[in-house]
T-cell receptor, first 113, second 113 residues
């Protein structure tokens, strides 16, 4: 079946550090891949997405590339800010399962000044 | 509406009581999801509605949980004989048909005392 596995947190980084949050997936066919972010006290919101292999999603300085050969969609940012402190969720949606969304367990990021 | 609306935003109930949580999806969205997020935990899938198809109820934790979606729009999640372990934030999301973005509501924080 379809599933998403992301690195466990919590992750603590200093401001301006490089961020990588790993995400791998299992799916039949060609899913779309997503990163969602949940800021403290807020709801989940879409951060970026990629719908086919080799696509790169990007937003707010974050990037993730859809790698079919490694079934991965790792989230990266070159220089994190305190305001990036949040919980990040990797997710996939696949046509073979009615486009239902499958979410990873979430990775908590804290950026310290 | 402008976004996914959930009500109430907060609910405190006594153990053993029944509760109903409501979700108004974005107009025209055919897919609707319920998730549960316990304190400091990831998203736990509960149920998925897609158009007129039979819902995927595989995530409901017990037969005390049920959900319906009337007229392909509003959804109600019902928890009977609530237990303390039911305390969590219940999130609703909706999306258009296809592997498109899922939009989340702000959630209902349920506290069972």
């Amino acid at each position: 079946g379809n599933s998403v596995t992301q690195m466990e947190g919590p992750v603590t980084l200093s401001e301006e550090a490089f961020l990588t949050i790993n995400c791998t997936y299992t799916a039949t066919g060609y899913p779309s891949l997503f990163w969602y972010v949940q800021y403290p006290g807020e709801g989940l919101q879409l951060l970026l997405k990629a719908t086919k292999a080799d696509d790169k999603g990007s937003n707010k300085g974050f990037e993730a590339t859809y790698r079919k050969e490694t079934t991965s969609f790792h989230l990266e940012k070159g220089s994190v800010q305190v305001s990036d402190s949040a919980v990040y969720f990797c997710a996939l949606s696949a046509a073979n399962t009615g486009n239902q969304f499958y979410f990873g367990t979430g990775t908590s990021l804290t950026v310290i000044p | 509406g402008a976004g996914v609306s959930q009500s109430p935003s907060n609910k405190v109930t006594e153990k053993g009581k029944d509760v109903e949580l409501r979700c108004d999806p974005i107009s025209g969205h055919t897919a609707l999801y319920w998730y549960r997020q316990s304190l400091g935990q990831g998203l736990e899938f509960l149920i998925y509605f897609q158009g007129n198809s039979a819902p995927d109820k595989s995530g409901l934790p017990s037969d005390r949980f049920s959900a319906e979606r009337t007229g392909g729009s509003v959804s109600t999640l019902t928890i009977q004989r609530t237990q303390q372990e039911d305390s969590a934030v219940y999130l609703c999301a909706s999306s258009l048909t296809g592997a498109t973005e899922a939009f989340f509501g702000q959630g209902t924080r349920l506290t069972v005392v």
